[in-house]
């Protein structure tokens, strides 16, 4: 049977299905408030569809968000076409994870998600890097503590920033210039946004574990990250479904 991990982010929502520990299948739609629980419903099924399982075949959901409205909206959609109630990660809901923040209940679901994969996949202490429409730094220390972490704005907010508040700079694409030291406008934009979101997170790792007084195991995540990471100077460990594998973990703790 199939268990769907669905991710919840501000800008995509990020579905995958798990046979086991096995990853079936990820899909992407795009988050909008607006849409109904029926028209969510209507996706997720054709989702199923495309990817050759029934409705039938799920066995299980959980569901990280940092949308509420949109969050609400696929947890009534799951019981119409799966007949199942998703399990929506919250308070109440058993992580395994120690959060040592001034308030824990602040901590977004898909930080904790995210940090219960990476406590259970990677030596600690543990820096993990979620590149999405915000930047966010997340650490947990030797003992597996979720102590804290970094919230930046992301690249996309950073363009969208730079286009809209400035009269003459244009919307680009996220991608790396052919040197630091652009020469034209597009390149120059590039080499901020790529570059020094890249130079930002190196400078950010090396005051963290500095912080720890320990060299820590470095793993980014979020859809962004492919067109970072490889230009951050630090050693970075890729996980691309890091989220989802910590929904898939977190389940299973539930049941």
Partial sequence: MILLTIDIGNTNITVGAYKGDQLEFVARLATDSKRTCDQYAIELRDILHINKLSTKDISGAV????????GSAIKRAIPKICGIKPIVLGPGVKTGLNIKIDNPAQLGADLAAGAVAA???YPLPCIIIDLGTASTI????????????????????????????????????????????????????KSGIVL??????????????????SKATV??????????????ETEIVMDEHLVLEGLRIIYYKNQ
């Fill in 138 to 189: 997340s650490v947990l220390n030797e003992k597996g503590e979720f102590v804290g972490g970094v919230i930046a704005a992301g690249a996309g907010i950073t363009l969208d920033a730079l286009a809209t508040k400035t009269a003459q700079l244009p919307y680009i694409n996220i991608e790396a210039p052919p040197s630091v030291i652009g020469t034209n406008t597009v390149d120059c934009m």
């Fill in 63 to 70: 569901i990280s968000s940092v949308v509420p409205a949109v």
């Fill in 219 to 232: 793993v980014a995540t979020g859809g962004v990250a492919p067109d970072i990471i490889p230009y951050c």
């Fill in 119 to 121: 406590l259970n996949k």
């Fill in 196 to 213: 020094g979101t890249a130079s930002m997170l190196d400078g950010m790792i090396s005051r963290i574990q500095r912080e720890l007084n």
